[in-house]
């Protein structure tokens, strides 16, 4: 069975840091484009991030690039998000998804195949 499990989240205050993790498991997730997408109260999912399978590439949103910092582990099951500078407005469920079908990062989230539950974000003003 595929899981994606996140863990990381919490409460902290503005101009503070999380580091969000996925661990992947249940397959060989080496191969797979690793993301993060976000959805906060009464609001559509945005894409955050997301890395290539060897980690070469990331592609960030406009909202946190600069402040948020994407890896991959080793083995590259696992992927972490560093989230530093954080605002109010980036308080939201963080979701870790899976795209197997691409080499490429994609920002689109109907392109994910594996979802986790989501880790909760809130970051007080």
């Known amino acids: 069975q595929v899981q994606l499990v996140e863990s990381g989240g919490g409460l902290v205050q503005a101009g503070g840091s999380l580091r969000l993790s996925c661990a992947a498991k249940?397959?060989?997730?080496?191969?797979?484009?690793m993301g993060w997408f976000r959805q906060a109260p009464g609001k559509e999912r945005e894409f955050v991030a997301a890395?290539?399978?060897?980690?070469?590439?990331?592609v960030y949103s406009d909202s946190v690039k600069g402040r948020f910092t994407l890896s991959r582990g080793i083995p590259k099951n696992m992927v972490y998000l560093q989230m530093n500078s954080l605002t109010p407005e980036d308080t939201a469920v963080y979701h870790c998804a899976a795209d197997l079908g691409a080499g490429i990062p994609r920002m689109v989230s109907s392109e994910y195949d594996y979802w986790g539950q989501g880790t909760q974000v809130t970051v007080s003003s």
């Open positions: 249940g397959t060989t997730f080496n191969t797979y484009v």
């Open positions: 890395i290539s399978w060897n980690g070469g590439t990331t």
